[in-house]
Nanobody, 123 residues
Framework: HVQLVESGGGSVQAGGSLRFSCVVSGYAYSDGYCLGWFRQAPGKEREGVAQMYSGESKTYYANSVKGRFTISHDNAKRTLYLQMNSLKPEDTAMYYC????????????????WGQGTQVTVS
């Protein structure tokens, strides 16, 4: 049973940085999982932010965060990270880490496993 536990987040001024961590347990990285970050602002659909497929070095980013956000994974620590730089007020949202078996997808409906969510507020 895959479980995801997030930490990080908080409030920051525009232009600042934050980093999320997400400990992922109950799976084998070599089994072929997509690990990713989504966010949801009030009144909006949940949208994909960044993803990576286990076994590959390639990462995927939404256009809105390219060049500002970096997704990474430490297999030894079983932890997924999201480094967010040059934050903007429009980045304000609840952020979730997520996992699915198989290839990555930008649709949140394709992801089976979710973290509890953590709030980011950029002012």
């Amino acid at each position: 049973h895959v479980q995801l536990v997030e930490s990080g987040g908080g409030s920051v001024q525009a232009g600042g940085s934050l980093r999320f961590s997400c400990v992922v347990s109950g799976y084998a990285y070599s089994d072929g999982y997509c690990l990713g970050w989504f966010r949801q602002a009030p009144g909006k659909e949940r949208e994909g932010v960044a993803q990576m497929y286990s076994g590959e070095s390639k990462t995927y980013y939404a256009n809105s965060v390219k060049g500002r956000f970096t997704i990474s994974h430490d297999n030894a620590k079983r932890t997924l990270y999201l480094q967010m730089n040059s934050l903007k007020p429009e980045d304000t949202a609840m952020y979730y880490c997520a996992a699915k078996r198989g290839w990555c997808s930008w649709s949140s409906y394709d992801f089976n496993y979710w973290g509890q969510g953590t709030q980011v507020t950029v002012s």
